[in-house]
Every structure is written in C-alpha cells, then in structure tokens.
C-alpha cells in the first residue's frame, strides 16, 4: 500500500489583519533599535528616532499586509485583486511617509516655539 497524500498548502485563508499587527511590530521593533544606536551615537535627535521608529512601524505592517493580500488573491487568480492590493501598498507607504515627515516638522516647531518662549 502506498500513501498518496500530498502536502498542500492553502494561501488563500491567510489573515490579512494579523499580518498587518505583525509586519508592524515587527518593523517598529527593527527600526527602534536601529535608530536607538543612531541616538546613542548622536546621530539623530530623540525626536527623529522616535518618528523614524513610528512611520517605519506602519510602513511595514502596510506593505507586510498588502503583500499578504496580493498573495492571497494570487492564489484564487484574481490578478486585478492583487495588483490593487500592490497599489495601495505602495500608495499607503508613500502617504505614510509624507504625513508622517509634515506632522513632524509640525509638532517640532511647536516645540521649539515653546523652547525660545520659556528661556525669554
């Protein structure tokens, strides 16, 4: 007797929102303790660690989701699906990182605003 059972994997189930609050964790915690060395080394500003860390978090569980979705719809062979999922990735990066460098330079001039008024 032989066994014929193939092993067979099935992408098309993957949930999407885990690997989102995955790929963010993941990508924050990478991105903390690279930019915690460049603090260290004063190379950047708490500030900008702290930005960096936070934008580059949801960059990456954006794409890490998106790419599970594209993946997903591959697997059913709905390429249109999949390419939409690409697109907004690449759209919710790039977002990302243009809000996130306004807010920024927003919140830090705000400080600095407050810095020169308490030393008056």
């Known amino acids: 007797m032989t066994n014929n059972k193939q092993l067979v994997v099935d992408t098309t189930q993957r949930d999407v929102t885990s690997y989102l609050i995955s790929g963010t964790i993941f990508s924050a915690t990478f991105a ?12 950047i ?6 930005k960096e860390t936070a934008k580059l ?8 989701g998106c790419a599970v979705s594209a993946a997903n719809s591959i697997a059913k062979k709905d390429y249109v699906s999949a390419l939409f999922a690409i697109g907004l990735g690449a759209i919710g990066v790039y977002a990302t ?9 927003k919140f830090t001039n705000k400080k600095e605003e407050k810095d020169d008024e308490s030393t008056k």
Do not use: H
């Open 45 to 50: 500003s708490k500030y900008e660690a702290i």
């Open 32 to 43: 903390g303790s690279m930019n915690y060395t460049k603090y260290k080394k004063d190379e």
């Open 97 to 105: 990182d243009k809000l996130y460098d306004k807010a920024y330079d």
């Open 57 to 64: 978090g949801v960059q990456g569980g954006i794409g890490t």
